[in-house]
């Protein structure tokens, strides 16, 4: 009987690489980052950038590590001030570029972060925009210009620039991606947040989203089981996300593209990016 990574291997041809979103490490320090990259068997990373904006992190010390180890940068991630994840209601008032209070400061932080990108070498950068609003109203409008900035922001350094799935439906992010404003901005597609933000089936949204999606995240999740609360987070293979669809799904795109695994709870972090990497090999997809 042929084994399904052989039945499977030509079938991920339009994935790159297998990578590692840096947070989702809990690394102290870029050498504390790069042992826990080795130690998931994997030479690519995606890396968050507010280490090194604040100054935590210097950019000399992981570009000679990157260096050494042979560890490559597949993409960027920007953050935003003043979220608030307690609850469902307080991300969607407080996510990404939508609060006034915080979006001079974002918009500054944004280019402290296309600099930083720019001198590591990053040609992607992905970010939470945060909910969109109703279409058409002056809320969505300023959204659409804002997300409009800062995609001038990298773009300044050769940068392109993705969003993330979750907040709102698919349907929603195609229509706002359909504004000639946003003709260059692509999608970082996480089946996971889906499921988390109770925002339709990941499945369907990656089909309905493809010929956007740019990179993807390798996540997975529990639905939430009372309607409004945050669904659950869980090792690849463990919750709802049909991995078989997903791979089969990005094996439609014309496209290539990177799988970031990501992790965001739990204590045992590289043993829960290991299972997921167990579960790309299955496909044939290459470290």
């Known amino acids: 009987m042929i084994s399904l990574a052989l039945q499977t291997r030509t079938e991920c041809s339009m994935v790159k690489n297998i990578a590692v979103c840096s947070w989702s490490l809990q690394a102290a320090n870029p050498e504390d980052l790069i ?40 993409s960027g991630m920007f953050s935003t001030v003043g979220e608030d994840y307690s609850s469902l209601e307080s991300i969607k008032v407080t996510g990404g570029i939508c609060p006034d209070e915080h979006w001079e400061e974002n918009l500054h932080l944004a280019q402290q972060a296309a600099h930083v990108a720019s ?20 809320a969505y409008r300023t959204i659409v210009d804002r997300v409009k900035r800062i995609t001038d922001v990298f773009a300044k350094h050769e940068i392109n620039l993705a969003l993330e799935t979750g907040q709102e439906r698919a349907e929603s992010l195609l229509e706002m991606l359909s504004d000639p ?35 993807v995240h390798m996540k997975d999740a529990i639905s939430a ?46 043993e829960d990016v290991l299972k997921a990497i167990s579960i790309a090999d299955q496909y044939g997809c290459t470290r």
Not at 58 to 72: A, G, P, Q, R, T
Not at 124 to 132: E, K, L
């Open 119 to 138: 001198q590591l070498g990053i040609k992607r950068v992905t970010f939470h925009a945060g909910f969109i609003p109703q279409h058409g109203s002056n």
């Open 225 to 270: 089981k009372i309607p409004g609360q945050w669904g659950e987070e869980v090792p690849a293979g463990e919750g709802e996300v049909q991995w078989d669809h997903f791979f089969r799904t990005i094996q439609e795109f014309s496209q290539s593209l990177d799988v970031v695994v990501e992790r965001e709870a739990g204590t045992q972090r590289v």
């Open 181 to 215: 404003n946003m003709s260059t901005i692509g999608i970082n597609f996480d089946p996971a947040n889906m499921i988390l933000y109770g925002m339709g089936d990941p499945a369907e949204a990656l089909s309905l989203l493809k010929d956007r999606v740019v990179q």
């Open 35 to 74: 042992d826990s990259i080795n130690a998931c068997g994997l030479n690519q990373t995606q890396l968050a950038l507010e280490p090194f904006v604040s100054g935590d992190w210097k950019l000399d010390s992981i570009l000679s590590l990157l260096e050494s180890s042979e560890i490559s940068l597949c």
